[in-house]
């Protein structure tokens, strides 16, 4: 019987450890590419900023420029930018224009 509780401590500790965090983080990836909408600023996993322009099953279209759109992978999608953090963005970009001519 002691035999068996040291295994049995090993496949708890690599579920809590390993598995578990790993299934939460995949639902809830499943939940950012179902709740993507027209207009909803992201992040792929190439690092690409966009607005999604258009959404076709599991194909979304981003605009990253004025009239360039790119297709790509709703999975490709990492992240959904806040408007908290597209103003917090804004303020860094604006804090590191300068003038010098020299």
Known sequence: MDVLILPILLIGFVYFAMIAPQRRKMKAHRELMAS???????????????????????????????????????????????????????????GEETDDVG
């Open 36 to 94: 993507l909408q027209i207009g909803d600023e992201v992040v792929t996993n190439a690092g690409i900023y966009g607005a999604v322009a258009e959404v076709e099953g599991s194909v979304i279209w981003i605009e990253v420029a004025p009239e360039v759109e790119l297709k790509i992978q709703k999975s490709a999608v990492v992240q959904k930018i806040t408007q908290e953090e597209a103003t917090a963005d804004d303020a860094v970009d604006v």
